[in-house]
Structure formats: C-alpha cells, structure tokens
Nanobody
Framework: QVQLVESGGGSVQAGGSLRLSCAAS????????MGWFRQAPRKERVFVAA????????YYADSVKGRFTISRDNAKSTVYLQMNSLKSEDTAVYYC???????????????WGQGTQVTVSS
C-alpha cells in the first residue's frame, strides 16, 4: 500500500509560480510512475503531467506544456510539479498519483493522494 501526501498548494496571482510536492511512502518509489492531475470546480479530473520511474520520461497535457515541469527525487520518494506563468484557469485541486511500473495519462492509477488546492487570481 502506497500513501501519497501532497503539499505546496496555495493562492497566487496570475503570472506567479508555485511548486507542489508529493511525498510517497509504503512502496519502492522508483518502481512507480508518478502523475499529477487536477480537478476544477464542477469539472472532471484531468491529466496534467507524468514521469516514469525507469528513465524519468515526462509527459504533459498541452495546456501546461512550457509552463509546468514535473520531476522526481527517488532518494526522497518525492515528486514535484513546478508551475510557472500561472493562469486563472489553472485553479483546481491538484492530485498526485502513483502507478506501478507503467506510466499512464489516464485516471487508471493505483494510488491517489488527497489533493492540494491551487487558486490563481487574475
């Protein structure tokens, strides 16, 4: 059983930056592909970014390419999401997810965190 705890959310003005962290415990972290998803009010949860556990390949939703960067520190069992040039439409609850061995861009991850709120004001 893998536990995921997100942190780093908050309120920021448009154009600002935030860095989200997700600390994992209970598994062999490097074996897990890690993803970030977000859910805006009254909308479905959607893919934001993912990073593989093997070669640290990364994938991004088109809406965040060039602004967000996902990274991981296997020694700390932590994945990060650096968010720059934030826009009001980035406002959402951001969720961290872990999937054993296989990187996914859909919602079929094995484990999920409880989420952290990001609010971007214009």
């Amino acid at each position: 059983q893998v536990q995921l705890v997100e942190s780093g959310g908050g309120s920021v003005q448009a154009g600002g930056s935030l860095r989200l962290s997700c600390a994992a415990s209970g598994g062999t972290f490097r074996r897990y592909a890690m993803g970030w998803f977000r859910q805006a009010p009254r909308k479905e949860r959607v893919f934001v970014a993912a990073i593989s556990g093997s070669d640290e390949s990364t994938y991004y939703a088109d809406s965040v390419k060039g602004r967000f960067t996902i990274s991981r520190d296997n020694a700390k069992s932590t994945v990060y999401l650096q968010m720059n040039s934030l826009k009001s439409e980035d406002t959402a609850v951001y969720y961290c997810a872990a999937n054993l061995d296989v990187l996914r861009v859909d919602l079929g991850y094995d484990y999920w965190g409880q989420g952290t709120q990001v609010t971007v004001s214009s």
